[in-house]
């Protein structure tokens, strides 16, 4: 059974930082291309990072650069968002997504709140 469990989320102060983890079981992880997206309320998903199979190619975005780092550990199933200088604006629920051809996984999400 395909599962992806995000985890890490929750409320930060401006300024703050915060490790997400999103981890695969179920499907070849190291195979695919992991990325992280958000929700906003009211807003449509958009797309935060995306990390390719092996790890050495990474794409954010461009509001992002600079904040946010994607990682892999291809050995745990596992990947991560790294997120520093937290602003309230990236308050959201993020997801994690694993795409590869026509498979594409999605988790439920993890609560980000950044609120003094």
């Known amino acids: 059974q395909v599962q992806l469990v995000e985890s890490g989320g929750e409320l930060v102060q401006p300024g703050g930082s915060l490790r997400l983890s999103c981890a695969a079981s179920?499907?070849?992880?190291?195979?695919?291309?992991m990325r992280w997206y958000r929700q906003a309320p009211g807003k449509e998903r958009e797309l935060v990072a995306g990390?390719?199979?092996?790890?050495?190619?990474?794409v954010y975005a461009d509001s992002l650069k600079g904040r946010f780092t994607i990682s892999r550990d291809n050995a745990k199933n596992t990947a991560y968002l790294q997120m520093n200088s937290l602003k309230p604006e990236d308050t959201a629920v993020y997801y994690c997504?694993?795409?590869?051809?026509?498979?594409?996984?999605w988790g439920q999400g993890t609560q980000v709140t950044v609120s003094s």
């Open positions: 997504n694993a795409a590869l051809g026509w498979y594409d996984y």
């Open positions: 179920g499907f070849a992880f190291s195979r695919y291309t």
């Open positions: 990390i390719f199979p092996g790890g050495g190619s990474t």
